[in-house]
């Protein structure tokens, strides 16, 4: 189970670096625009569906997250990796709507690195982060209601207007009870969202 969740997590990441660097040194140069200033801030609300997998309970689940951002650097790097610093607080809700009737509340602290392109209308990034999870979900041998969660994933923000963005990401996580419990399964999920930001 473990293979397969780094697994994931190293595809999250092996994407984009791929498309980060074709996109050249020419692309990546800009200082300016949305989320590329220390105390730049950002809320916003994602909506999601996602799946179970490597698990020994085959799920479907839809998701909303709502966030709140404060980028805490100024541009670091150079070339296409230039970017900031941001930290995330999201809240995480998600209904499981195949083979039971279930639910998961939890709230997750997050580092996000945003590039920095040349066109201000775009802002790649990637994202690490864990959090706490309350959830009732049946499953064998998972052990507890209070669970941790850990997550990583990758995304773009397109600016439609200055400090208004739709926001798609695809995210790959983990939850399990860290083995506060001799049952622990755990579970290993994707989930891919789209949601909207606001800038401030």
Not at 17 to 27: T, Y
Request: aromatic share 16%; glycine share 10%.
């Amino acid at each position: 189970m473990l293979h397969s969740i780094w697994h994931k997590i190293l595809t999250v990441a092996a994407v984009f670096a791929a498309v980060s660097i074709l996109c050249g040194d020419s692309m990546c140069a800009a200082d300016s625009g949305p989320l590329a200033h220390k105390g730049d801030r950002q809320i916003g609300v994602s909506f999601g569906y996602g799946y179970s997998f490597g698990s020994n309970r085959h799920i479907r689940f839809a998701s909303i997250y709502p966030y709140a951002g404060w980028v805490f650097t100024d541009a670091i790097g150079k070339g296409w990796y230039r970017g900031t610093l941001e930290g995330i607080v999201e809240g995480a809700f998600s209904y499981v709507h195949k083979n039971q009737r279930t639910y998961s509340v939890g709230v997750n602290a997050l580092v996000r690195y945003n590039f920095l392109p040349s066109t201000d209308s775009l802002r790649p990034f990637v994202q690490a982060g864990f959090g706490i999870a309350y959830t009732n979900l049946v499953m064998h041998d998972f052990g507890s209601s209070f669970n941790f969660s850990s997550n990583a994933s990758c995304g773009v923000q397109y600016f439609f207007r200055t400090q208004d963005a739709v926001t798609f990401e695809w995210k790959v996580f983990h939850i399990s009870n860290a083995g506060l419990h001799d049952d622990n399964a755990g579970i290993n999920m994707n989930n891919f969202f789209i949601g909207y930001s606001h800038i401030y």
